[in-house]
């Protein structure tokens, strides 16, 4: 999960990768995902998977729980 360190808002994303640190060089260089563009971005939670369909499941159930995105973007502050 990355916060967005350039805006006022409370503003995360969260994506898949297979390496964490070009990933994140590519959002803050303006060639990551279109809602990253324009922005600064750090990373504030990561986690490891044994397979990608793992990842991809926990992605999706992290985009939609508002809740424990606001727990960890909180506790990360």
Sequence with gaps: MLR????AKKRTYIGFTSNLKKRLKDHN???GAKY????RW???YKKSFSSKSEAMSYEYSLKHDKK???RIYNYNK
């Design 68 to 70: 424990e995105r606001l």
């Design 29 to 31: 260089s303006n060639k």
């Design 36 to 39: 990253t563009r324009g922005n």
């Design 4 to 7: 967005c360190i350039s805006s």
């Design 42 to 44: 750090i990373i504030i």
